[in-house]
C-alpha cells in the first residue's frame, strides 16, 4: 500500500511569504502529526490532528497552523515566514488517535528554504 | 513532562563491530520507546519499539534494543554492522498520560569499511 505522502518536496519561498504544505496519509490512517527538523532544534513537534480536530499541539507560535480533511489528509500553513522557519517539514501517519501502538509512518518531508 | 536523551552525537564504529546507539528517557507512568532512522533527504523509518513484555526488543534490519527500566535505557544495538547502517538515529518516547512524542536529538552513526 502507499506510504505517507508529503508534496511539494522542496520550496523556496521569500520572508513575509505564506505556504502550505500537504500530507496524504496512509489509507485507513486516521491519525496526521506534524514535525519540523532542524539542525539545531533536531524533531519538534507541531501539532496532532485525528478526525478533523487538532488533538495535540506543540510549542509554535501561531503563524503555524494546520486542518485535516474528511479523508484524513492533512495541510499545515505558515504564514508571515522568517528565515529560521527553514527546516525539513515531516508528516508522520498512524492509524488511531494518540499512544500509536506501532509508531508512526514518517512521510519523506517537505524540505521549506527561506531566503 | 517526558524527555529522552542520546547522549552521543556521533558514533564510529568498524564494518562487522558491534555497534551500540544509547538513550535515556524520563517518563511518568510507563513508556512507549521506540527507534528511527533517517537516511539523508528521507523521512523518519520505524525500527523497533517497546511497549511491554520482554525487554529485549528486535526490530528491523538486524537491530535490536534492551529495555532497562532501573536504568532508564533504551540502548540500539547491532550484533555485526554494514556500512548501510550509516544513518542518522532517532530514540523516541511517548507518554501515554498525555499523548505527546518526544525524539531525541539524533545519533549520527557511521561505519566504515
Known amino acids: 500500500k502507499a506510504g505517507v505522502t508529503q508534496t511539494p518536496r522542496y520550496l523556496i519561498k521569500t520572508r513575509g511569504q505564506q505556504v502550505t504544505l500537504s500530507c496524504s496519509p496512509i489509507s485507513g490512517h486516521r491519525s496526521v502529526s506534524w514535525y519540523q527538523q532542524t539542525p539545531g532544534q533536531g524533531l519538534q513537534f507541531l501539532f496532532e490532528y485525528f478526525s478533523e480536530t487538532q488533538r495535540n499541539k506543540g510549542n509554535f507560535p501561531g503563524r503555524f497552523s494546520g486542518r485535516q480533511f474528511s479523508n484524513s489528509r492533512s495541510e499545515m500553513n505558515v504564514s508571515t515566514l522568517e528565515l529560521g522557519d527553514s527546516a525539513l517539514y515531516l508528516c508522520a501517519s498512524s492509524l488511531v488517535e494518540g499512544g500509536p501502538v506501532y509508531g508512526y509512518t514518517f512521510g519523506s518531508g517537505t524540505r521549506l528554504t527561506v531566503v | 513532562a517526558q524527555s529522552v536523551a542520546q547522549p552521543e552525537d556521533q558514533v564510529n564504529v568498524a564494518e562487522g563491530n558491534p555497534l551500540t546507539v544509547k538513550c535515556t528517557y524520563s517518563?511518568?507512568?510507563?513508556?512507549?520507546l521506540f527507534w528511527y532512522v533517517q537516511y539523508p533527504n528521507r523521512g523518519l523509518q520505524f525500527l523497533l519499539k517497546y511497549i511491554t513484555g520482554d525487554n529485549l526488543v528486535k526490530g528491523s534490519y538486524g537491530f535490536e534494543a534492551e529495555f532497562n527500566k532501573s536504568q532508564t535505557s533504551f540502548h540500539l544495538k547491532k550484533p555485526s554492522a554494514l556500512v548501510s547502517d550509516s544513518a542518522l538515529y532517532f530514540c523516541a518516547v511517548r507518554d501515554n498520560s498525555n499523548n505527546d512524542m518526544r525524539f531525541g536529538a539524533g545519533t549520527r552513526l557511521t561505519v566504515k569499511p
Open positions: 517518563v511518568s507512568g510507563n513508556p512507549y
